[in-house]
């Protein structure tokens, strides 16, 4: 489906399009798929037909979905371990064959990190955001009737998971809202609740992700020592060893994981997640409904998240694995492209899809 926003209404329509005529697997079935890769890309394009569907009910404003489909298809990137840039090759092969070893664990170990992270989330929201659609599509419930509908499609009570309840009730109030600021303000709650929620359970992923080349560096050179060298001398040549290592480890890490961890690939941008959410095309910060906030629960999530209080100014995070700096430009990055359409786009090709649907990694992702 494609989606297209007609004037003067407000609702997406939609178009049948050739992605719609290849099969599209269960999340269940895609859960069970065992090669990591293959995994990420139904991942991926399952998050883009879930956010194609509930615009269909948003209009212009992009739920969670949507962005999911891009940090999943940057994922990919890392869970593929593909081909390193000419620069950081060009680092590791002056480093030397020990630090180049290391950097080629610790690259497997964030694939897998990363991997378990990206099934992680899906596994837990996609379930629930496929039944919120099913309902919404079925017809539109009442307002009346929200907390019992949240109950009847399987969203997580309020003590348990109060973020995913919080974020689904959002959307369902923001469905039903027929003032344009108002919904766009709902729904950039919703992805915040969403958002955070997903952060919290991504964050020991990311910090052993974002650790990966130290911890190899220390556990290298200690085995090492262990096996050549007395005991009482462990420690202490252990120490300086891992000291000296770590001076060339820690320049090849810094150029790898800002490649691989600090870049988020959007259509049209590639977004450097140390330096500010930069500006839209037409330099303001955030779409006019967005401004101003006016909502108390999109307010409260703001004071908490946006340490930029609303400018995005220093919204870039030094530190990815601090869950309250990785927030800051989530939040600001959220509430800049809710509306931009470009969004939607497919992340993958018609033919790049019927390879997925034979079992296959295409070619080029």
Not at 38 to 58: E, F, M
């Given at each position: 489906?494609e ?20 099969p599209?697997p ?6 069970a798929?065992e ?13 883009a037909?879930?956010g194609?569907r ?5 209009g212009?404003d992009?739920?969670w979905?949507?962005?999911a489909?891009?940090a ?11 081909e ?5 090759t060009a ?7 020990h630090?180049?070893?290391?950097a080629?664990?610790?690259v ?5 990190h990363i991997?378990?992270?990206?099934t ?7 379930p629930?955001f496929v ?8 017809d539109?419930?009442?307002?009346e ?10 969203v997580?009570?309020?003590p348990v998971e109060?973020l995913?309840?919080?974020a ?10 027929t003032?344009l600021?108002i ?6 709650a ?7 929620h ?6 020991q ?23 050549h060298?007395?005991?009482s001398f462990v ?13 060339h480890?820690e ?5 790898l ?20 959410v ?11 409904a967005?401004?101003e906030v ?13 340490p ?8 870039g995070a030094a530190d990815?694995?601090?869950l ?14 809710q509306q931009?359409?470009?969004?939607g ?7 790049q899809?019927?390879a ?7 070619d080029?992702?």
């Amino acid at each position: 489906m494609e989606l297209i926003a007609r004037p003067g209404n407000d609702r997406a329509e939609a178009r049948t399009d050739s992605n719609a005529s290849v099969p599209r697997p269960s999340v269940r079935t895609i859960l069970a798929i065992e090669d990591p890769c293959l995994r990420n890309l139904w991942i991926t394009q399952t998050y883009a037909d879930l956010g194609r569907r509930l615009s269909l009910q948003l209009g212009v404003d992009h739920s969670w979905c949507s962005f999911a489909v891009w940090a999943s298809n940057t994922a990919g990137v890392s869970i593929r371990s593909e081909e390193l840039p000419a620069p950081l090759t060009a680092v590791l092969r002056d480093a030397g064959s020990h630090v180049n070893a290391l950097a080629a664990e610790s690259v497997e170990q964030v694939s897998t990190h990363i991997a378990h992270g990206n099934t992680l989330v899906f596994a837990e929201l996609a379930p629930i955001f496929v039944r919120f659609i099913e309902r919404f599509e079925l017809d539109t419930p009442a307002r009346e009737t929200l907390e019992e509908v949240l109950d009847e499609i399987g969203v997580p009570i309020e003590p348990v998971e109060p973020l995913v309840r919080r974020a689904f009730r959002l959307y369902y109030l923001a469905i039903l809202e027929t003032d344009l600021k108002i919904r766009a303000e709902l729904v950039l709650a919703a992805n915040i609740s969403a958002v955070l929620h997903e952060q919290q359970k991504l964050q020991q992923d990311i910090a052993l992700s974002l650790d990966a080349c130290v911890i190899d560096v220390a556990e290298r050179v200690e085995a090492e020592c262990e096996r050549h060298l007395p005991a009482s001398f462990v420690h202490r040549i252990v120490d300086a060893a891992v000291e000296h290592s770590l001076c060339h480890a820690e320049l090849v890490w810094e150029h790898l994981a800002t490649r691989l961890l600090m870049t988020l690939d959007v259509p049209g941008e590639t977004l450097k997640l140390a330096r500010d959410v930069p500006r839209l095309p037409d330099g303001r910060r955030f779409p006019d409904a967005l401004v101003e906030v006016s909502q108390p629960e999109l307010a409260e999530l703001l004071v908490a998240w946006d340490p930029t209080n609303g400018t995005a100014v220093e919204s870039g995070a030094a530190d990815w694995a601090d869950l309250h700096q990785r927030m800051g430009y989530i939040v600001n990055l959220f509430r800049s492209r809710q509306q931009c359409a470009t969004l939607g786009d497919a992340p993958f090709s018609d033919d790049q899809l019927r390879a997925m649907a034979g079992g296959r990694v295409p070619d080029s992702v």
